[in-house]
């Protein structure tokens, strides 16, 4: 376990040194703000929204308001070091770029949990239809929609994010 929370810290670590270098590239002055908020996005795990973040942060300095979170993440966008994404429910969510190299998602359209997978046989699939039709592949995206199997577990889900 204790090594698990050195490599997220070191993954961090490596993430706040980054942003600083794209900080730097662009002429911007580096805040303690932009700091604080980077480093407690990178300690989030999932698909964030803007105001989750915001409340993460208030917790750490109250002083920092929502423009300058809104902000600093279109400058993690505009670093690469974020990707912003859309799933249908009206709300940009922010996710960091993981270990992993490639994931897609499912999202299910009653509670709004988002599932990360990863599948070989499906990516093979991919590169294998390429091919079929002369075609190379850049990056693509799967968002499947639909809705849990688990009812009770989706229900609880919807009402926590009512509530």
């Not at 604080?36 to 929204?49: A, L």
């Not at 509670?111 to 091919?131: H, S, T």
């Amino acid at each position: 376990m204790a090594m698990e929370k050195q490599v997220t810290a070191d993954v961090v670590s490596e993430k706040e040194r980054d942003f600083q270098k794209f900080i730097q590239i662009r002429g911007l002055k580096s805040t303690k703000q932009r700091s604080t908020i980077v480093s407690v996005f990178f300690n989030m795990m999932g698909h964030i929204s803007v105001e989750e973040l915001l409340r993460e942060v208030k917790a750490v300095n109250p002083k920092i308001g929502y423009a300058t979170v809104y902000r600093t993440l279109h400058l993690l966008v505009e670093s690469s070091l974020v990707e912003e994404r859309r799933f249908g429910d009206g709300l940009a969510r922010y996710e960091g770029h993981s270990q992993v190299e490639h994931h897609d998602h499912m999202i299910c359209q009653e509670c709004g949990r988002i599932l990360e997978f990863f599948n070989p046989e499906l990516e093979a699939l991919q590169e294998k239809l390429a091919v079929e039709h002369h075609f190379e592949i850049h990056r693509h995206r799967l968002e499947l929609y639909g809705k849990c199997t688990d009812l009770d577990g989706c229900h609880k889900r919807k009402a926590q994010r009512k509530g």
